[in-house]
T-cell receptor, first 114, second 114 residues
């Protein structure tokens, strides 16, 4: 069965650079979530989209922005990167944004900021 | 506000031993969902189980079982006859009626030795 696809798997950037992470949800899933997991930490919710509209917002820095496109894929744009942005970024998808839905996670993008 | 506490940071067992992971949660919601996710060394987050707050019936699914006790706000997870492939970080998570986003505990690292 198709899963959530994230690209790239690994990304190395320098301070003050920009990065774009992509997420392709499971086919027919209309809701996308972004999570950030620092080293040895639990995943922290960043932002979510339902039917191309932002549905919820967590602890996402102003330097980050995201959107969901007409084909339901999503991109997380990160600017003015800082060392502290180094983390594993997960995308998850679900069918519908109804509370309690199972989230299916991708394998994550490991971002290293040097 | 939602909070999930996994007091055990690391657990190490020998193959075939049972492993019980503790999870305690806090929420003001009377209706909520509880989850367990597994994160193997490869990094992806894998959904294991989901339980809603109205269903305190404990179940067994293969080698996995869980003990949900609303009175003590606990949602413990047991792996029976552990195997080396069970080595991973296990996260307990909560989604409340008033705060849809998934809130994770800090995770428990399980190491199963052959």
């Amino acid at each position: 069965a198709a899963g959530v696809i994230q690209s790239p798997r690994h990304l190395i950037k320098e301070k003050r650079e920009t990065a774009t992470l992509k997420c392709y949800p499971i086919p027919r899933h209309d809701t996308v979530y972004w999570y950030q997991q620092g080293p040895g930490q639990d995943p922290q919710f960043l932002i979510s989209f339902y039917e191309k509209m932002q549905s919820d917002k967590g602890s996402i820095p102003d330097r980050f922005s995201a959107q969901q496109f007409s084909d339901y894929h999503s991109e997380l744009n990160m600017s003015s990167l800082e060392l502290g942005d180094s983390a594993l970024y997960f995308c998850a998808s679900s069918l519908g944004s109804v509370w309690g839905r199972k989230l299916f996670f991708g394998s994550g993008t490991q971002l290293s900021v040097l | 506000a939602q909070k999930v506490t996994q007091a055990q940071t690391e657990i190490s067992v020998v193959e075939k031993e049972d492993v019980t992971l503790d999870c305690v949660y806090e929420t003001r919601d009377t209706t909520y969902y509880l989850f367990w996710y597994k994160q193997p060394p490869s990094g992806e987050l894998v959904f294991l189980i989901r339980r809603n707050s109205f269903d305190e019936q404990n179940e067994i699914s293969g080698r996995y079982s869980w003990n949900f006790q609303k009175s003590t706000s606990s949602f413990n997870f047991t792996i029976t006859a552990s195997q080396v492939v069970d080595s991973a970080v296990y996260f307990c998570a909560l989604s409340g009626r008033s705060d849809y986003k998934l809130s994770f505990g800090a995770g428990t690292t399980v190491t199963v030795r052959a």
